[in-house]
């Protein structure tokens, strides 16, 4: 394995010069830069990160609680978030809760412990006090506290975006299905609009909820069956993309057509909208963006900097 006295020899510096180099201390010249990059490469060096870490006071690792990896909207995310990271020096440290109150707790704690320079949550989670964290913390689409920054889409121009869809199809009775009331998110904006938007046009909306932190497709199933069943005569069902899915396929396993009988829209954008038939329209979250503003907000409380704000609205993905 390579030592930080094998890369000097080769760039042909000193060590003081390739631990400055790694710990962005100091002037070094362009010229040396790259020598020092190229020995790097070239010998696969790793940097011993707890030195490092003691000498910066930083780990350059942050952590990821969400509640579930296997939902579309988390796997989105949660690979730009990383990817978004990496390209800042940052590893990411991935916490799956699977909807566990206890498993985020002792992840949040194993963060801590272990002195991560901050954390994104985007988990379900009611019970938890996360004013409490002994990091700095960046909520993704939640409500967490009242001094945690919130990065979320714009979700309310989402609502409008699709209910206007329902307006130009001359849908009569329509029903949204949303995420527990239980949880405080920016998306309740979504169903907000959407609702006025149905009220004003006169069309009949009613508002299903599904059951806290319920992520499992097989439980869509079920809820689309519910949800049909309850409420003959629709001609119309929005939700996230799958739950969308789930309808379409109760649907046209019921001999319906869709778009014709029922009219099925998503929220998203993620991949399952392509791959069924027929094709879901769904409005697509930028995750990319997502994920840059997330990251950015919290290496500004990683970096000492004040909020310009505490809720920071990204715009939706173009086209």
Same mark, same amino acid.
């Given at each position: 394995?390579? +030592?930080? =006295?094998?890369?000097?020899?080769?760039?042909?510096?000193?060590?003081?010069?390739?631990?400055? *180099?790694?710990?962005?201390?100091?002037?070094?010249?362009?010229? +040396?830069?790259?020598?020092?990059?190229? @020995?790097?490469?070239?010998?696969?060096?790793?940097?011993?990160?707890?030195?490092?870490?003691?000498? +910066?006071?930083?780990?350059?690792?942050?952590?990821?609680?969400?509640?579930?990896?296997?939902?579309?909207?988390?796997?989105?995310?949660?690979?730009?978030?990383?990817? &978004?990271?990496?390209?800042?020096?940052?590893?990411?440290?991935?916490?799956?809760?699977?909807?566990?109150?206890?498993?985020?707790?002792?992840?949040?704690?194993?963060?801590? @412990?272990?002195?991560?320079? #901050?954390?994104?949550?985007? %988990?379900?989670?009611?019970?938890?006090?996360?004013?409490?964290?002994?990091?700095?913390?960046?909520?993704?689409?939640? *409500?967490?506290?009242?001094?945690? $920054?919130?990065?979320?889409?714009?979700?309310?121009?989402?609502?409008?975006?699709?209910?206007?869809?329902?307006?130009?199809?001359?849908?009569?009775?329509?029903?949204?299905?949303?995420?527990?009331?239980?949880?405080?998110?920016?998306?309740?904006?979504?169903?907000?609009?959407?609702?006025?938007?149905?009220?004003?046009?006169?069309?009949?909306?009613?508002?299903?909820?599904?059951?806290?932190?319920?992520?499992?497709?097989? =439980?869509?199933?079920?809820? @689309?069956?519910?949800?049909? /069943?309850? *409420?003959? #005569?629709?001609?119309?069902?929005?939700?996230?993309?799958?739950?969308?899915?789930?309808?379409?396929?109760?649907?046209?396993?019921?001999?319906?057509?869709?778009? &014709?009988?029922?009219?099925?829209?998503?929220?998203?954008? +993620?991949?399952?909208?392509?791959?069924?038939? $027929?094709?879901?329209? %769904?409005?697509?979250? /930028?995750?990319?963006?997502?994920?840059?503003?997330?990251?950015?907000?919290?290496?500004?409380?990683? #970096?000492?900097?004040?909020?310009?704000?505490?809720?920071?609205?990204?715009?939706?993905?173009?086209?």
């Amino acid at each position: 394995m390579a +030592t930080i =006295t094998d890369v000097a020899r080769l760039a042909g510096v000193s060590k003081n010069t390739v631990s400055r *180099y790694l710990n962005e201390r100091g002037y070094i010249s362009d010229k +040396t830069r790259r020598a020092i990059a190229s @020995a790097i490469d070239e010998l696969h060096y790793q940097p011993n990160q707890i030195a490092r870490s003691l000498y +910066t006071r930083r780990t350059n690792l942050v952590g990821l609680v969400i509640p579930n990896v296997e939902h579309p909207f988390f796997a989105a995310v949660t690979s730009r978030i990383e990817d &978004e990271l990496d390209s800042r020096g940052y590893k990411m440290i991935l916490c799956n809760t699977l909807h566990s109150t206890r498993k985020e707790r002792q992840y949040i704690d194993m963060l801590t @412990a272990n002195k991560v320079d #901050g954390i994104i949550i985007g %988990s379900h989670s009611i019970d938890i006090d996360y004013s409490e964290v002994a990091a700095p913390v960046v909520a993704l689409d939640r *409500y967490l506290a009242d001094d945690i $920054p919130v990065v979320a889409s714009d979700h309310a121009e989402g609502g409008r975006i699709a209910a206007q869809a329902f307006i130009d199809r001359h849908c009569h009775k329509v029903a949204q299905l949303v995420a527990s009331g239980r949880v405080r998110t920016p998306s309740n904006l979504r169903h907000e609009a959407f609702s006025n938007a149905m009220r004003l046009n006169g069309i009949t909306c009613i508002t299903h909820e599904l059951q806290l932190n319920q992520f499992q497709y097989s =439980t869509y199933i079920e809820t @689309a069956k519910q949800v049909l /069943d309850e *409420y003959p #005569g629709l001609d119309g069902v929005f939700s996230a993309d799958p739950v969308a899915v789930a309808v379409q396929q109760e649907v046209l396993r019921r001999g319906m057509s869709v778009p &014709e009988d029922v009219f099925v829209y998503g929220y998203d954008g +993620t991949y399952l909208a392509e791959a069924v038939f $027929p094709q879901l329209p %769904s409005i697509a979250q /930028d995750f990319s963006a997502l994920a840059q503003k997330a990251v950015e907000v919290l290496l500004m409380q990683i #970096g000492g900097g004040e909020f310009e704000q505490l809720q920071y609205v990204v715009p939706l993905a173009k086209g």
